[in-house]
Structure formats: structure tokens, C-alpha cells
């Protein structure tokens, strides 16, 4: 294909996309090949507000452009949410074999938006900002230890923090809460706690089971930090493009955080031999 043709062809590309990203998420901050920040090495072909997140598209007619690898840390670093998204030919998505790139995309948190001849665009699968996105093979190597009914547990709150990390975090924080709960029940059925103790709340539960289980309480220790540092994380609404990012990477955090106390919880109860009854929704 000649120059001028790959010229005309990605001019499709980019009205196409760009007139859909307007009708989608309207025309707030459209701008046209700029930088969207001196610290962000990349000036990408538009980008545009989408509330308090950039929504930053690039034209390109491969599937691996290189820009979109050298700029994440950038992006990870800057202080409001940025979403990243590839658009491309429905020709070139189509001639994919077996989807390896796309797939490559996805795992990156890079979203797809494809032009056909027409000038039609198309969200092949959506995107969020990449401070909220981690790949479901990196959310399984963070699980492996843990037994499958955690596993699948933090499986479905991982698929509610691609939505709402506030939310997704509020149920990595049930799952602790309920693995407390099973271990306060536990520990009435051994006789080591009355089952006074354990009517009241997550928090008290673990004060109690840390009065008596001495060799776990640095596990029990921290699920109570869990508890008092990220309880109020998901409920707090972001006043600012800054505080949106803020609340992204403190949910983020708390989610791993929430994993890893699970993990040291069971391998407590293990220890114990206690046998876990989980009140899993």
C-alpha cells in the first residue's frame, strides 16, 4: 500500500474513533495529537475527558505498537487515572491468527476500538484505567496458595474492582471478615472461646481470638490493621481527578493486602486444625 493510501487509511481510523469517543463519552478536553502531561512521554493520535479520568487513544495499524509499552510507567506514576486505548482496522483486528495479540492487549489493560471501511467504529472490548488494572493470570500467581473457595471468592471481586475498585475492595474485605468469622466459630467449637465472644463485630472477634490464640496473633494482627487501615477506603468518594487516582491506588492496595491476609489467616487455622465454615455470598 502506498504512502498516500496508509496516509488516507489512518485518517479513517482516527475520525472514526475519535467521533465515537466523542458520542460515547462526550467532547470535554478533546485534544488532538498533544501531550497530556510534560512527565507522560507520549502524545497520543486524541485524547479526552471522561470525568475525572483521561481517556487516551492511539491510531496505529499494528497490534503491538511499541509506545503504548514504554509509557505505562509514566501513566502508573502520574497523578490522575488514565485509560489507554488502540485503534485500528476492523481488517487488521479481524487478520489476527488466534487472537494472540488482542489477548496480549487485554492482558495489558489496553483497550480496542476498530474502523471499518465505512468509517464505523466499534469497542471490541472495553478498557479502564490502567492504576486499576491487573491481569487475571497476575490475580492468579497472588492467589495460588490460597484453598478454591478463597480463590474463586476473590476471583468474583476482582471482576467487581474492573467496575468499581471502591466496591471490589469492600469485597475483598467481606472475604477477610468472613474467614475471621469461620475462625471465631471454630474456636468456640474448641472451647477455647465462649460464644459470647464472637457475636459482635469482625474487629472485637479478632480482639478476642488474639486474647487467646497466641502463636496466630501475628496473623490476627494483621487482618485488624486490614480493618482499621482500608475499611473506610471504598465508601469515601473521590472529590478530584487526583483523589480519584488516590482512591484507585489505596483500593488496589488494600485488594493484594486483603489476599495476603487471608493467606496467613488459613495457614492459621490450619496450624489450629480448625475446619473452616466460610459464609461466602
Not at 99 to 126: C, H, W, Y
Request: with cysteine; hydrophobic share 40%.
Amino acid at each position: 500500500m502506498s504512502t498516500d493510501a496508509n496516509a488516507i487509511r489512518k485518517a479513517r481510523i482516527e475520525s472514526g474513533a475519535l467521533e465515537f469517543c466523542k458520542q460515547r463519552f462526550g467532547r470535554s478536553g478533546v485534544k488532538t495529537g498533544e501531550e497530556i502531561h510534560s512527565s507522560i512521554s507520549w502524545r497520543p493520535t486524541f485524547h479526552l475527558n471522561k470525568g475525572p479520568v483521561i481517556f487516551a487513544v492511539e491510531v496505529e495499524e499494528s497490534l503491538d505498537p511499541m509506545i503504548l509499552k514504554l509509557v505505562v510507567n509514566d501513566i502508573l506514576h502520574f497523578n490522575r487515572p488514565i485509560t489507554v486505548c488502540l485503534a485500528c482496522s476492523l481488517e487488521l483486528f479481524q487478520s489476527d491468527p488466534k487472537q494472540a495479540k488482542i489477548k496480549e492487549l487485554r492482558k495489558n489493560g489496553v483497550g480496542l476500538i476498530t474502523v471499518d471501511e465505512s468509517g464505523d467504529a466499534v469497542m471490541q472490548f472495553p478498557c479502564i484505567p490502567l492504576a486499576q488494572h491487573f491481569s487475571e493470570e497476575f490475580l492468579s500467581e497472588k492467589l495460588r496458595d490460597l484453598p478454591s473457595r478463597l480463590k474463586i471468592a476473590f476471583q468474583a471481586a476482582h471482576q467487581t474492582f474492573s467496575v468499581n475498585p471502591g466496591q471490589g475492595l469492600q469485597e475483598a474485605g467481606q472475604i477477610v471478615e468472613a474467614i475471621v468469622a469461620a475462625m471465631g466459630e471454630a474456636a468456640v467449637k474448641s472451647g477455647a472461646l465462649t460464644a459470647s465472644k464472637i457475636k459482635s463485630s469482625a474487629a472485637e472477634t479478632i480482639d478476642s481470638l488474639y486474647a487467646v490464640l497466641k502463636q496466630q496473633r501475628a496473623a490476627l494482627g494483621g487482618a485488624r490493621s486490614f480493618a482499621k487501615t482500608y475499611r473506610n477506603t471504598a465508601s469515601h468518594p473521590a472529590r478530584s481527578a487526583k483523589g480519584a487516582m488516590t482512591k484507585i491506588n489505596l483500593c488496589r492496595d488494600g485488594f493484594f493486602e486483603a489476599v495476603r491476609i487471608c493467606r496467613e489467616l488459613s495457614e492459621a487455622a490450619r496450624t489450629l486444625k480448625y475446619s473452616l465454615r466460610l459464609h461466602l455470598v
